[in-house]
C-alpha cells in the first residue's frame, strides 16, 4: 500500500539502532611513582575500576589500590623493550567501556604530559564514548622537587620547558640547537624526558647555544626508595652518566635553578659524596 504524506507533514525516519554504553573510562595519572602522591580523585578512581590498563611505570604500591575483583591488565610502553602496540590499547579501552566495565587507563606521570593521553581521548571519542581525566604529578617536577630545587626562579629561571629525547619514529625530533639558544636568552629551565640513551647528541647540540658550564641533574627513579641522583655541567654530562651508571628511566634538568644544589655539593667532603 502506498502511503502519502501531506507537505505540513514530513514522514518520520525509522529509529535508528543505538548501541547504549554503560560503561566508563577514566585515564588516571599515577604520578612518578611515590603512592602519597596519588591525588585522592585519583585515589577513588583507582578504587571504583573494575578493570585497569596499567603502565610499566606504574609501581606495585599503587596498582595494589585496587579493588581484589577488579581486572588488571598490564599494557607496557617502555622505550627499546617489547611494548604494546597503543592501537590495541585503544581496542582494549573502547570494548571493556562497550562490556559495562567501569575502565580506569592508568598511566605513570600525568596523562597529558608524554603520556599519550591525547590520543587515548580522540580514540574513545571517536567511538562516541565520554572520558574523564585525572592529572597526576609529573616525573619532571618530582624529580626537581625531590632535590629541594624549584623550576623557576625570579633570579635563575623565567620558566620552564618540558620536552622529550625520545623522537617518533620517522620524525627529525627536537631541534635541540633552537632551543639551547632559547632557553639561554629566554633563561628557561629545560626538563628532559626519556634522554639518557640519547645523551651524547643532546650534550652535543646544547652545547651550541648553552655554556659549558650549565648546571645540569639527573633523577633516576624520581620519589621512588631506589631514587639516585647526580650534578653535573653540560660538559660532563656523558661522561656522568657513565660514572654514575644512571639510566631509565630518568630525567634530565638543565638550568641554572640548579646552581644552589651544585654550590652545597661543591662544598661536601669527598667521603660523604661517595657515601651518597
Not at 502506498?2 to 539502532?17: E, L, M, N, W
Not at 591525547?118 to 564514548?129: M, N, P, S, T
Not at 650549565?214 to 660532563?236: G, N, Y
Request: charged content about 15%.
Amino acid at each position: 500500500m502506498t502511503q502519502v504524506y501531506s507537505d505540513a507533514i514530513p514522514p518520520v525516519a525509522p529509529p535508528r539502532r543505538t548501541t547504549t554504553v554503560t560503561g566508563s573510562c577514566t585515564l588516571v595519572g599515577a604520578g612518578p611513582g611515590d603512592p602519597e602522591l596519588l591525588t585522592l580523585k585519583a585515589l577513588k578512581a583507582i578504587q571504583q575500576a573494575t578493570v585497569l590498563l596499567i603502565d610499566d611505570l606504574v609501581g606495585p604500591d599503587i596498582a595494589a589500590l585496587a579493588p581484589a575483583q577488579a581486572r588488571i591488565v598490564y599494557v607496557g610502553k617502555r622505550g627499546g623493550c617489547q611494548s604494546t602496540p597503543q592501537a590495541f590499547i585503544h581496542k582494549l579501552m573502547v570494548q571493556a567501556v562497550r562490556d559495562g566495565e567501569q575502565v580506569v587507563r592508568l598511566k605513570g606521570g600525568d596523562p597529558f604530559v608524554f603520556g599519550r593521553g591525547g590520543e587515548e581521548v580522540e580514540a574513545l571519542q571517536a567511538e562516541g564514548i565520554e572520558v574523564r581525566v585525572v592529572n597526576g604529578i609529573t616525573a619532571g617536577l618530582a624529580a626537581v622537587t625531590s632535590l629541594c630545587v624549584p623550576l623557576t626562579h625570579r633570579e635563575h629561571a623565567h620558566g620552564v620547558v618540558f620536552v622529550t629525547g625520545h623522537a617518533k619514529h620517522g620524525s627529525t625530533g627536537t631541534d635541540w640547537r633552537a632551543l639551547a639558544a632559547t632557553c639561554h636568552s629566554a633563561r628557561l629551565t629545560l626538563v628532559i624526558y626519556m634522554g639518557v640513551s640519547g645523551a651524547a647528541h643532546i650534550q652535543a647540540e646544547l652545547l651550541t647555544g648553552l655554556p659549558p658550564h650549565t648546571p645540569v641533574a639527573v633523577v633516576q627513579h624520581a620519589s621512588l626508595p631506589e631514587q639516585r641522583h647526580a650534578v653535573c655541567t653540560l660538559d660532563k654530562l656523558t661522561d656522568m652518566l657513565q660514572v654514575e651508571r644512571l639510566g631509565s628511566p630518568s630525567v634530565i634538568v638543565v638550568g641554572d635553578v640548579l646552581q644552589g644544589l651544585q654550590a652545597v655539593q661543591a662544598r661536601e667532603p669527598a667521603s660523604q659524596r661517595a657515601a651518597a
